[in-house]
């Protein structure tokens, strides 16, 4: 959102057709895989509110000319329902050390709500638990965590396993590897839980001493407001939390990455040129793991959504009716291999495994042998410079060794470009 000529990654609270709070990010992830402070500039700082102007077109749709942008005292603005009180804390806010939900709980705020975007690593799941558990099991409140899920373009996955916490316990928790868009996760609360659960002298006293929150006013109930007491409505049970093994990390993540990107980009399918070599070998086995993942979802018809998509890639008209019936049958339609060798420095074992994994995981298979182009270019290279190149094995030197691989890099690379025509050409074969 630019206010003042300036950025800010904000979160837009809505009831009703009302905007009631815009609100900025105090700290920005500016580490590993994230660069916010390239296109954002975190907020000017605690005890700020200031009335942000809304567009015309939003004054016309919504009747509101003004909008409160900012964080209040001592960090935040709290919403206030007839019944609770609901804080914001954002992504990477739950990382620091001095987080808001601190002086929110000190200050009343008995629900915490977080949309975040935290990205898919071994054992990241287990540290995002354990903080959001945390945030809870001192102070009490009820944690609502929401975590962006798919590959959103880039070249990370977000893996989702959005939480309900209360109390320190873990109520619901969604997938962690999906391949559906939207995901939603529900529980029974009560909110006595909560303001029983605060009722020690320890936390009383430093809630004596914490600066109060603006408040904002809202004329709602989350609560039923029936007097009458519904026997057979209960609190959800606490639940283990799931995790993955490792092993299911790397198979899943990289699958659910695979096909989000896929049918984000509107492509054809994936072409690898297969080597028969450990790297290119477990590249195919992702694959062969999407394949697998897409027909686990269209058998359970809990998201139609993955059929359509296999039908556009796979360029299927409008109402076909076609189903696959076994991953092979997908990687027919969608992945092709190909074994690019050469007479002299190609083995038999390399193109033999190549073949027979592309048939294991039912892949379009290609083998040829690529001397012809490769001859070429190092008769251009000699030619002009004056200079033959070797590989090392052939009494080259380690720079012209370096040189000849690049020659059969771009060969590949070449081969990648061509892999939409590839996949095309295999979709009206088949």
């Given at each position: 959102m630019g206010a003042w000529s300036v950025r800010y990654n904000c979160r837009i609270i809505i009831y009703n057709k009302k905007i009631l709070l815009i609100r900025p990010k105090l700290s920005l992830a500016n580490d590993g895989n994230y660069y916010e402070m390239r296109y954002f500039t975190p907020w000017k700082g605690v005890r700020v509110v200031e009335d942000h102007s809304?567009?015309?077109?939003?004054?016309?749709?919504?009747?509101?000319?003004?909008?409160?942008?900012?964080?209040?005292?001592?960090?935040?603005?709290?919403?206030?329902?007839?019944?609770?009180?609901?804080?914001?804390?954002?992504?990477?806010?739950?990382?620091?050390?001095?987080?808001?939900?601190?002086?929110?709980?000190?200050?009343?705020?008995?629900?915490?709500?977080?949309?975040?975007?935290?990205?898919?690593?071994?054992?990241?799941?287990?540290?995002?638990?354990?903080?959001?558990?945390?945030?809870?099991?001192?102070?009490?409140?009820?944690?609502?965590?929401?975590?962006?899920?798919?590959?959103?373009?880039?070249r990370l996955y977000y893996d989702g396993c959005a939480l309900i916490?209360?109390?320190?316990?873990?109520?619901?928790?969604?997938?962690?590897?999906?391949?559906?868009?939207?995901?939603?996760?529900?529980?029974?609360?009560?909110?006595?839980?909560?303001?029983?659960?605060?009722?020690?002298?320890?936390?009383?006293?430093?809630?004596?001493?914490?600066?109060?929150?603006?408040?904002?006013?809202?004329?709602?109930?989350?609560?039923?407001?029936?007097?009458?007491?519904?026997?057979?409505?209960h609190p959800s049970p606490a639940r283990a939390v799931v995790y993955n093994t490792p092993e299911e990390k790397i198979v899943y993540g990289p699958a659910c990455y695979l096909f989000d990107y896929l049918r984000r980009s509107k492509?054809?399918?994936?072409?690898?040129?297969?080597?028969?070599?450990?790297?290119?070998?477990?590249?195919?086995?992702?694959?062969?793991?999407?394949?697998?993942?897409?027909?686990?979802?269209?058998?359970?018809?809990?998201?139609?959504?993955?059929?359509?998509?296999?039908?556009?890639?796979?360029?299927?008209?409008?109402?076909?009716?076609?189903?696959?019936?076994?991953?092979q049958e997908i990687a027919n339609w969608i992945f092709c291999t190909a074994y690019m060798g050469m007479e002299k420095n190609s083995s038999p074992e390399t193109r033999k495994r190549a073949a027979d994994l592309a048939a294991i995981i039912g892949?379009?298979?290609?083998?040829?042998?690529?001397?012809?182009?490769?001859?070429?270019?190092?008769?251009?290279?000699?030619?002009t410079t004056g200079f033959e190149p070797k590989f090392k094995m052939y009494g080259g030197t380690k720079v012209s060794n370096l040189a000849l691989q690049y020659v059969v890099h771009s060969m590949f690379s070449t081969s990648i470009e061509n892999k939409k025509f590839l996949t095309i050409t295999y979709n009206v074969h088949v």
């Amino acid at each position: 959102m630019g206010a003042w000529s300036v950025r800010y990654n904000c979160r837009i609270i809505i009831y009703n057709k009302k905007i009631l709070l815009i609100r900025p990010k105090l700290s920005l992830a500016n580490d590993g895989n994230y660069y916010e402070m390239r296109y954002f500039t975190p907020w000017k700082g605690v005890r700020v509110v200031e009335d942000h102007s809304l567009p015309r077109s939003i004054t016309k749709i919504m009747g509101q000319k003004t909008a409160p942008i900012g964080v209040g005292d001592p960090t935040d603005a709290l919403i206030s329902t007839l019944d609770s009180a609901l804080g914001c804390e954002t992504c990477e806010e739950l990382f620091t050390p001095q987080a808001p939900h601190i002086a929110m709980g000190l200050d009343g705020c008995e629900i915490y709500t977080n949309s975040s975007g935290s990205h898919h690593e071994l054992r990241k799941l287990h540290t995002r638990v354990e903080l959001i558990v945390s945030a809870t099991l001192k102070s009490g409140g009820i944690y609502l965590y929401a975590n962006q899920q798919g590959c959103d373009g880039d070249r990370l996955y977000y893996d989702g396993c959005a939480l309900i916490v209360v109390n320190g316990k873990v109520l619901a928790q969604g997938s962690q590897f999906s391949l559906n868009d939207v995901e939603v996760i529900t529980a029974t609360i009560d909110l006595e839980e909560v303001r029983s659960y605060r009722e020690h002298k320890s936390r009383a006293m430093q809630t004596r001493d914490q600066p109060k929150y603006e408040r904002i006013e809202v004329e709602m109930s989350l609560s039923s407001e029936v007097d009458e007491i519904d026997l057979l409505l209960h609190p959800s049970p606490a639940r283990a939390v799931v995790y993955n093994t490792p092993e299911e990390k790397i198979v899943y993540g990289p699958a659910c990455y695979l096909f989000d990107y896929l049918r984000r980009s509107k492509q054809a399918g994936f072409f690898l040129p297969l080597s028969g070599g450990i790297d290119s070998c477990a590249t195919a086995v992702i694959v062969h793991s999407m394949t697998r993942l897409i027909l686990r979802a269209i058998r359970l018809q809990e998201n139609p959504q993955v059929l359509i998509d296999l039908h556009r890639i796979c360029g299927e008209s409008e109402g076909s009716t076609w189903e696959p019936k076994s991953p092979q049958e997908i990687a027919n339609w969608i992945f092709c291999t190909a074994y690019m060798g050469m007479e002299k420095n190609s083995s038999p074992e390399t193109r033999k495994r190549a073949a027979d994994l592309a048939a294991i995981i039912g892949a379009n298979h290609l083998d040829f042998d690529i001397d012809p182009v490769f001859d070429a270019q190092v008769k251009l290279l000699t030619s002009t410079t004056g200079f033959e190149p070797k590989f090392k094995m052939y009494g080259g030197t380690k720079v012209s060794n370096l040189a000849l691989q690049y020659v059969v890099h771009s060969m590949f690379s070449t081969s990648i470009e061509n892999k939409k025509f590839l996949t095309i050409t295999y979709n009206v074969h088949v």
